[in-house]
């Protein structure tokens, strides 16, 4: 099946960039339905309508992959450090904890008077 948008075909295997959001891949697979012609994009996994979609050149759709997994790289290591971040909480949390509990509460201790 083939698709034409801004005059040029769209096949799969095309690389394209949806105008809507700038997500940009490439076309794996192209159907229709009464309501439009649609692709899935291999960067998404999703299906974009066919009518908002631009060809883009092979190295322009390269940048945009390499730019993609750096965003996702850096999301991961950001993932972790936040986990990291919610375990060392956590741990001090347990430790102010078992400090208190060791605190003397008795009636002995002085008082603020009244």
Same mark, same amino acid.
């Given at each position: 099946?083939?698709?034409?948008?801004?005059?040029?075909?769209?096949?799969?295997?095309?690389?394209?960039?949806?105008? @809507?959001?700038?997500?940009? @891949?490439?076309?794996?697979?192209?159907?229709?339905?009464?309501? @439009?012609?649609?692709?899935?994009?291999?960067?998404?996994?999703?299906?974009?309508? $066919?009518?908002?979609?631009?060809?883009?050149?092979?190295?322009?759709?390269?940048?945009?992959?390499?730019?993609?997994?750096?965003? !996702?790289?850096? $999301?991961?290591?950001?993932?972790?450090?936040?986990?990291?971040?919610?375990?060392?909480?956590?741990?001090?949390?347990?430790? $102010?904890?078992? !400090?208190?509990?060791?605190?003397?509460?008795?009636?002995?201790?002085?008082? @603020?008077?009244?």
């Amino acid at each position: 099946m083939e698709v034409h948008a801004q005059g040029k075909s769209i096949i799969k295997g095309s690389h394209v960039r949806y105008t @809507g959001t700038g997500s940009a @891949g490439e076309v794996l697979d192209i159907k229709s339905d009464d309501e @439009g012609t649609w692709a899935k994009i291999d960067t998404t996994d999703l299906w974009y309508n $066919s009518e908002f979609l631009e060809p883009i050149n092979p190295r322009e759709y390269e940048r945009l992959k390499l730019r993609n997994q750096r965003r !996702k790289e850096v $999301s991961a290591k950001d993932d972790e450090q936040e986990t990291t971040k919610s375990k060392d909480d956590i741990a001090k949390a347990v430790n $102010s904890k078992k !400090k208190l509990e060791d605190v003397d509460m008795s009636n002995e201790l002085c008082d @603020g008077g009244g």
